[in-house]
């Protein structure tokens, strides 16, 4: 089994900045990829980023997250970090960490479906 607990979410104002946090622990696993979701009240769960953990610099992002997010990962510590700046209103979400156990096919993927394990969420709220 796997584990997958997020931290760093909370109340910002517009313009602000949070760091999201994921570790991942348990069995003995090989990550390919790690990535962050997000669910608004009333809306489905969509994706924001993506990192892939062999080299740690393989990424893609939504466009709602270009130019202000930045998706990174420490290898030592099994830890997936979102870095949000420039957050809108329109960021206010539940934030959820995904970890992709298949093998890598030459690309991230991007649908909650394919991602195997999840943390349990943490509230971003920005206040405009």
């Known amino acids: 089994q796997v584990q997958l607990v997020e931290s760093g979410g909370g109340l910002v104002q517009a313009g602000g900045s949070l760091r999201l946090s994921c570790a991942a622990s348990?069995?003995?696993?090989?990550?390919?990829?790690m990535g962050w979701f997000r669910q608004a009240p009333g809306k489905a769960r969509e994706f924001v980023a993506a990192?892939?953990?062999?080299?740690?610099?393989?990424?893609t992002y939504a466009d709602s997250a270009k130019g202000r997010f930045t998706i990174s990962r420490d290898n030592a510590k099994n830890t997936v970090y979102l870095q949000m700046d420039s957050l809108k209103a329109e960021d206010t979400a539940v934030y959820y960490c995904?970890?992709?156990?298949?093998?890598?096919?030459?690309?991230?993927?991007?649908?909650?479906?394919?991602?195997?394990?999840w943390g349990q969420g943490t509230q971003v709220t920005v206040s405009s």
């Open positions: 995904a970890l992709d156990l298949r093998p890598y096919l030459g690309f991230l993927r991007l649908t909650d479906h394919e991602y195997d394990y």
């Open positions: 348990g069995s003995r696993f090989s990550i390919n990829a």
């Open positions: 990192i892939r953990w062999s080299d740690g610099s393989t990424t």
